[in-house]
């Protein structure tokens, strides 16, 4: 089992509301990253960093905000919600090892925008 | 254009039974292939990884194989039980490394049946 957590596991929140998503981990992993996956498709990255201060947007559009003070805590931020917010986001964090990455997810938010 | 492909995109089968799931990739250059599980509500967990060397990886009642010059891939599932029932999905990596992009399938999702 991952060291990796993720909060609220469930969010249902109306449009125009501001939200954070927490994501941490105990792993002392480097790079981060956030995910978005809709029912039946792929998961789309949306952000990503390799460290503390460093964020890069993934290859999904997307209007949220990450940062990353602290090498364990990657939250995603959205100024202001609208029903098409509504996924499921998923974190991970990876390692490399014997050359090949790894990565472990957490158990998601699915959030819900009235 | 790098793509995943995963068939079929549903499965139902009965407990006990067997089954193959497929996964066709066009990502080139190729790093390596991983299944992962994603049970309902959940973050995906990786079951195998098998670099371009590797023709066959197990894990338990799990098998993956993968044929890097036809660029396919399977997932046996042997003796399957209802705990078995998740969605599985196909990642392909174009570099061993954390500098490395994933592409993702869009899972097949077993239903085991008792």
């Known amino acids: 089992e991952a060291d990796i957590y993720q909060t609220p596991r469930y969010l249902v929140i109306g449009t125009g509301k501001k939200i954070t998503l927490e994501c941490s981990q105990t792993?002392?992993?480097?790079?981060m990253y956030w995910y978005q996956q809709d029912p039946g498709m792929e998961l789309h990255l949306i952000h990503y960093?390799?460290?503390?201060?460093?964020?890069e947007k993934g290859d999904l559009s997307s209007e949220s905000t990450v940062s990353r003070i602290r090498t364990e805590h990657f939250p995603l931020t959205l100024e202001s919600a609208r029903p098409s917010h509504t996924s499921q986001y998923l974190c991970?964090?990876?390692?490399?090892?014997?050359?090949?990455?790894?990565?472990?997810f957490g158990p998601g938010t699915r959030l819900l925008v009235l | 254009k790098n793509q995943v492909e995963q068939s079929p995109q549903s499965l139902i089968i009965l407990e006990g039974k067997n089954c193959t799931l497929q996964?066709?990739?066009?990502?080139?250059?190729?790093?390596?292939l991983r299944w992962y599980k994603q049970d309902t509500g959940r973050g995906p967990v990786s079951l195998t990884i098998?670099?371009?060397?590797?023709n066959t990886k197990s894990n338990g009642r799990y098998t993956a194989t993968l044929d890097a010059d036809t660029k396919q891939s399977s997932l046996h599932i042997t003796a399957s039980q209802l705990s078995d029932s998740a969605s599985y999905i196909c990642?392909?990596?174009?570099?061993?490394?954390?500098?490395?992009?994933?592409?993702f399938g869009r899972g097949t999702q077993l239903t085991v049946w008792p």
């Open positions: 996964c066709n990739y066009t990502v080139s250059p190729f790093s390596n």
């Open positions: 098998m670099t371009f060397s590797e």
């Open positions: 991970a964090s990876s390692e490399e090892a014997e050359g090949q990455e790894t990565q472990y």
């Open positions: 792993m002392g992993h480097d790079k």
């Open positions: 960093s390799y460290g503390v201060n460093s964020t």
């Open positions: 990642v392909v990596s174009d570099r061993g490394s954390t500098l490395g992009r994933l592409y």
